[in-house]
């Protein structure tokens, strides 16, 4: 909010309670630009009007705020990257008026931790600070194991056991 301090006026003869004050102008504080407000005071005499201006510059030097429901997130390994859903907001400017820009990679074909940082200005020039996530890529799908053959083998008893085999795949280690 903007709050007017006033003026100081003096009279040679009158006490400043008898003087007429005007001011001239307004101030939206909703709305950035230069508002001038004018203070004129005349005396009971007539003497006046003198006048002084003041300048009252609107401006947005907050910036905006992004977030994340949390900072990790997972992600199963050869699957596509999506970046996460966030609330990006702005004490002035609507969303469309608020560029969110990342950097960083995740490879998703090689498990690990990935961060990610994301940065949200506003029209006005002013940018968040960097909000990080991590984005972990995890292998969770369990290996698979057939046997070569059939799986009951009967044998005569002292007979020598020649193993058959078996093949093991996994989507990840090869």
Known sequence: TYLDDGVDINDNYYPDSAMTVTVKGSVNMMSL???????????????GPVCVDRIVIVEDNTPPTITFATDTFVLDVFRPFIIPNYDVSDLYW?????????SGSVNTYVT???????????ASGNASAPTTIYIKVVDRVDPGISLKGSSLVTIE????YVEQGYTATDNYNK
């Open 94 to 102: 609507p969303l469309e008026n608020i560029i969110v820009t990342h």
């Open 112 to 122: 690990g931790v990935y961060p990610i940082s994301f940065i949200a200005t506003d």
């Open 33 to 47: 630009g230069t508002y001038f407000l004018t203070y004129c005071v005349t005396d009971p005499s007539n003497n």
């Open 157 to 160: 008893r002292w007979q020598p």
